[in-house]
């Protein structure tokens, strides 16, 4: 024993050890803690033997990452060099300790783990999502004292012990440590990093049984890999690139009013047999519109649903790519329309730069655009961090359609009050539509935006351009709230998720109520709007079909999350099937037997579980294309 106690004092001296054990101990555990509590979080009453497995990675990195500093610091004894580790120590220390607990957090707020993709995409717009990660006050108090500790707790120890204990202030050495000590502590720390690298496949999915530091690592070497050897192949032009609209016999010069219910999953609203959120438009379903039973996003995302409405296509699928120039596979309907003599705008009750609207609608061929900025606050409640309740449009938007009302239009409203972090104005009063606070406060939002949805049709009776209007009211997607384990909607390909409301009212049209009982996207509002109005498409090509005809039996709906690689779905019939890229295992769904999607067939079907797999791939590479 005291052979093996002067061995590690002569490695890094009794103060070194000291310092550090003084943060490396606390670290390991706060890292071990938070991993232990997503699992009980996700895996409640899991044997030990299973959560060792699932923690495995995370012991592996952190034996490793004790190692390195172990050698490093048994390396440089003195001089610059060992200020320079020292300081290192400290800074990787903290970087790391407030990295994991960002993973944590954003883990719990999604379901999700937190990747390469989504840090490089988001820490350059930090100022838009810095709203959506502020922490409560206790929560500060508490980094703030951690961040204190990690920066010069070991020091204060260090001293505090050895006025205690007599500690020397130099390293001892009187026995001298071989050079290849320290150098096989260094060889270890990569021997566990490595280790802790391959997971097998379990319920938990491989990146989230990765240590977080090193899933982060993993995937932004696998997407610099995959960035390198993509083999999409050439871009090709879509085929309704080339689109125009020619007038026939049966064109009429109806207003075209699309209606972004943000956020607004079908099963919160009323008429799909949710709870009485939206009476009114339940009432709306029911006279002079077409209902579409079975509507689906195609990429869950604000941006992305925009571009599929407006352009009848599937959206580019990498994040952020619908805002450059010339980024559209197709033109827009308000493009389009305006060829014909109609006048366009979009209003929205969130800041222009939310989801970068300001170049999105430009993009989508609106020529004028009414973002929060540009219109009155004073009296509106904020819904959340980028919107104001959106009673807000309706004066900008009754003063334009004054001055515009002579002509045809098209106009979008882009709400925005059914929005994480659900904050529902308190203009309409507040019901209880839930025990979960969160989920209450969405459904009071998603009820607030039935209030807005019938203020802004009594604007349009009253301007006397109700009955010449096609109104679209459709959701741009769902919201998760725990059902798979999964929050928000980016990357929930579940039908929480990806399952809209879709309604087309249009006085004259549909004058006793219909349905559309088959699968639908939002690619079929283009073709449906340009049905009712009579205009022909020459010239170009669309995925989508009139929702005024006979759909095909044998459909088949493609969708992506919207980060890469986090999942793709498709529904064909009444079967659905989902590729997590290993994540999670894949999943094939009966929605007909199983629309809370809970018995996953897809291991006794793995033959048509791969064929969907790559038919789902070559969908993302011909879309990508």
């Known amino acids: 024993m005291r052979s093996v106690l002067g061995f ?6 009794r103060r070194d050890w000291v310092y550090l054990l003084s943060l490396l101990v606390p670290f390991v555990a706060y890292n071990l803690a938070l991993k232990a509590s997503s699992v009980a979080s996700r895996f409640g009453g899991l044997k030990l033997a299973r959560t060792l497995k699932l923690m495995r990675s995370d ?13 490093l610091f048994a390396i440089a004894r003195r001089g610059p060099l060992r200020w320079a580790v020292v300081v290192l120590f400290h800074v990787a220390t903290m970087l790391v300790a407030l990295f994991r607990t960002s993973a944590y957090r954003f883990y719990g707020e999604t379901g999700t783990t937190l990747d390469y993709g989504i840090v ?32 010069s707790g070991p020091f204060l120890v260090t001293r505090a012990v050895g006025r205690l204990r007599g500690l ?8 001298k440590i071989p050079f290849l000590v320290p150098l096989g502590l260094c060889l270890q720390a990569l021997g566990c990093v490595l280790l802790s690298l391959p997971t097998s496949p379990n319920p938990a999915g491989k990146a989230f049984a990765r240590d977080p530091f090193v899933n982060l690592i993993f995937t932004g070497i696998k997407g610099a890999i995959s960035g390198r050897n993509t083999n999409d192949g050439p871009a090709v032009e879509h085929p309704a690139a080339n689109a ?5 016999p049966r064109t009429k010069r109806h207003n075209v009013v699309l209606v972004h219910l943000e956020s607004t999953r079908a099963g919160a609203t009323t008429p799909y047999g949710g709870p009485k959120t939206t009476p009114f438009l339940a009432e709306l379903a029911k006279q002079s519109s077409l209902l579409v039973e079975r509507a689906y996003t195609t990429v869950p995302h604000t941006a992305k649903a925009s571009v599929s409405v407006n352009c009848g296509v599937y959206p580019p699928l990498r994040p952020t790519a619908e805002m450059e120039p010339d980024s559209l596979p197709a033109r827009g309907i308000a493009d389009l329309l305006r060829e014909q003599g109609y006048s366009t705008v979009l209003f929205q009750s969130s800041t222009e730069n939310f989801d970068d609207f300001g170049r999105l609608a430009k993009n989508l061929g609106y020529e004028d655009h009414y973002p929060l900025e540009a219109v009155d606050t004073e009296g509106f409640e904020r819904s959340n961090y980028f919107s104001y309740e959106d009673d807000i449009m309706l004066k900008p938007s009754e003063r334009w359609l004054r001055e515009h009302k002579s002509e045809p239009f098209v106009v979008e409203y882009l709400t925005g009050t059914a929005h994480h972090d659900y904050h529902p104005p308190a203009r309409y009063g507040h019901e209880d539509f839930a025990e979960d606070n969160k989920l209450d406060r969405y459904l009071n939002c998603v009820r607030y935006q039935d209030f807005f949805l019938r203020n802004l049709i009594n604007q349009y009776k009253e301007l006397g ?3 010449n209007t096609i109104f679209v009211i459709f959701g741009d997607h769902g919201e998760g709230f725990g059902e798979h384990d999964r929050y928000g909607h980016e990357d929930v390909p579940y039908e929480e998720g990806l399952k809209i409301p879709l309604i087309i009212h249009a006085p004259g049209l549909f004058e006793d109520g219909e349905r559309s009982t088959g699968p639908s996207n939002l690619t079929d509002v283009l073709p449906t709007v340009l049905d009712l109005l009579g205009y022909e498409v020459k010239g170009g090509e669309y995925p989508g079909y009139s929702l005024h005809r006979p759909m095909p039996k044998d459909r088949l709906l493609m969708f992506s999350c919207f980060n890469k690689n986090k999942g793709l779905a498709s529904i064909k019939g009444f079967e659905k099937y989902i590729h997590h890229y290993g994540d999670l295992p894949d999943e094939l769904f009966d929605l007909s037997e199983d629309p809370l999607e809970r018995e996953n067939l897809a291991d006794e079907r793995a033959g048509e579980a791969g064929e969907r797999r790559d038919e789902l791939l070559a969908w993302r590479s011909s879309v990508e294309r």
């Open 244 to 248: 125009s609209l020619a007038p026939t």
């Open 168 to 175: 020397s202030e130099s390293t001892p050495t009187s026995q």
């Open 120 to 151: 490089a995409l988001w820490l350059p717009r930090f100022d838009e999502i810095k709203p959506m990660i502020q922490l409560p006050p206790p929560a500060r108090i508490l980094l703030a004292a951690a961040i204190f500790y990690a920066a």
């Open 465 to 467: 351009l109700y009955d």
């Open 59 to 71: 012991v592996f990195f952190n034996l490793g990452y004790a190692s390195l500093w172990l050698g």
């Open 8 to 13: 590690l004092v002569a490695l890094l001296g």
